[in-house]
């Protein structure tokens, strides 16, 4: 009798307990994993690097299943600069692969194309040094698009499809709006969102946060020039198109749409940033 009314005390705490906890499948919201720079390597290029037969040692599992960062990392060079221990993503794969940001690529002197990950055809050549030997990639260094992964169920819930452009705003200490982010749906993915070090930067992004999605875009419609520096209509009075290099403080309050749409490679200082916030307008990266 003491064992069953015990069992059922822990039964409704347990109950209350899970009512209590908020729910991706209500609330829409989507985990945020920030990707620092790092490398996929295919079988070949791996014993090339590291020695004949060799295999990646795994370090410790990743947020989408049977993905593995490897104890391994290489140097990464280019025409002005390299940058040493850049991770190894596991398992090896059919083709490899560099992932770096905008940033990134100013040190090392390329010029990446942005891209989904995967596509690296005609994308940039990138040499790889390991303790065995080195590599030239003639193609396979891209700056990847941000992008979601989820299962198909996560798919229908969120009424969005494979290939699917959205767009993205990222709750944070400066919360911002991502365009042309690309859905990508499988049953072997775990619902995630992932963006590189500069989008997270941008809005002060940590690992562990949740973004939401706010637009979707038909992927029967052709996609949208980035920039269009023309003058906003009536109708688009709410929007800037800033094409300039640099966003300042002074731009920003100069700027009377309350929301801001600046390029991927567009420097927005810390004040710009602090401007932004407290007058409560929007920055959009596309």
Do not use: W
Request: proline residues 6%; neutral net charge.
């Amino acid at each position: 009798m003491q064992e069953n009314l015990v069992q059922k005390i822990v039964e409704e705490v347990l109950q209350q307990v899970l009512k209590n906890q908020p729910s991706l499948q209500h609330d829409h919201q989507i985990p945020v994993g920030v990707s620092a720079r790092h490398v996929h390597l295919a079988q070949t290029e791996v014993e090339q690097l590291f020695g004949q037969n060799y295999q990646l040692t795994p370090k410790f599992e990743l947020s989408q299943p049977g993905q593995f960062a490897a104890e391994e990392t290489v140097v990464i060079a280019g025409p002005k600069g390299s940058i040493e221990r850049v991770r190894i993503l596991g398992p090896a794969r059919s083709l490899s692969q560099v992932e770096v940001s905008f940033t990134d690529a100013i040190k090392l002197g390329v010029a990446p194309p942005l891209r989904i990950s995967g596509d690296v055809k005609g994308s940039s050549p990138i040499t790889l040094i390991g303790p065995k030997g080195s590599v030239v990639l003639k193609e396979g260094l891209i700056v990847a698009k941000a992008h979601i992964h989820m299962t198909p169920a996560d798919s229908a819930r969120l009424q969005v499809k494979d290939g699917q452009s959205v767009q993205v705003k990222l709750s944070g200490i400066r919360p911002i709006i991502l365009s042309d982010v690309i859905i990508r749906v499988s049953e072997r993915y775990r619902l995630e969102m992932h963006i590189d070090t500069d989008e997270a930067n941008a809005g002060l992004i940590k690992q562990g946060a949740f973004a939401e999605i706010v637009q979707a875009q038909s992927i029967e419609q052709a996609p949208q020039p980035v920039m269009q520096p023309t003058i906003p209509s009536p109708e688009q009075k709410s929007v800037y198109h800033f094409t300039k290099k640099l966003l300042s403080q002074v731009q920003v309050a100069a700027i009377e749409e309350q929301e801001i749409v600046v390029s991927k490679k567009t420097i927005v200082t810390a004040l710009a940033h602090d401007k932004i916030r407290e007058l409560n307008k929007t920055l959009t990266i596309v």
